[in-house]
């Protein structure tokens, strides 16, 4: 009988501890469902980790971008993240914040110019890359840190 009463006193500990887990896991993933852009990016936590590898966090340090031009696909160069993209050629103008209404061609590594690979972590998610990495000089940049 006591070994009856103790086993039920776990059991009940232990559906309380996962139905705390489980309320702790909707307050973390709330935020992430309210579409968050390039322009609405919140500024990251302050990078704690001891890293070896040069590289930046956060689309305000997004390394330098080559976008398509969506009227007449010249390319145009965006130094920083909220600089206005003026095509060179046709004269379109956008907003910053419209980096993800155009076609990304390439990010460019701010150490040592290569054309960086870049890609998505949470496709559902966001509609513009979330790391971008220099194969040449391991210069990494990532939208935000691990949630
Ligand atoms: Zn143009
Ligand atoms: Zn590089």
């Given amino acids: 009988m ?3 009463v103790e086993r039920y006193h776990v059991t009940g500990a232990l559906h309380a501890l996962l139905a705390g887990l489980k309320r702790v896991g909707n307050r973390l993933v709330a935020p992430l469902r309210r579409g968050e852009g390039p322009n609405k990016f ?3 936590s ?8 040069d590289g930046s966090v956060g689309w305000r340090n997004r390394p330098p971008a080559t ?5 007449c696909d010249s390319e145009i160069y965006q ?3 909220h600089d206005t993209i003026d095509c060179p050629r ?7 914040n419209e980096f ?3 076609e990304l061609i390439a990010f460019e590594c701010p150490v040592c110019r290569t054309e960086m690979r870049h890609g998505t972590r949470h496709p559902e998610r966001f509609g513009f890359p979330e790391w971008a990495t220099c194969d040449a000089c ?10």
């Fill in 2 to 4: 006591p070994v009856y």
């Fill in 42 to 44: 919140r500024l990251s």
């Fill in 46 to 53: 302050v990078d704690t980790a001891t890293t070896t590898i």
């Fill in 67 to 71: 976008l398509a031009c969506p009227q």
């Fill in 79 to 81: 130094r920083h993240a």
């Fill in 90 to 96: 046709c004269r379109a103008t956008f907003d910053g």
């Fill in 100 to 102: 993800d209404d155009l």
């Fill in 138 to 147: 391991r210069y990494h940049w990532e939208f935000r840190h691990s949630y």
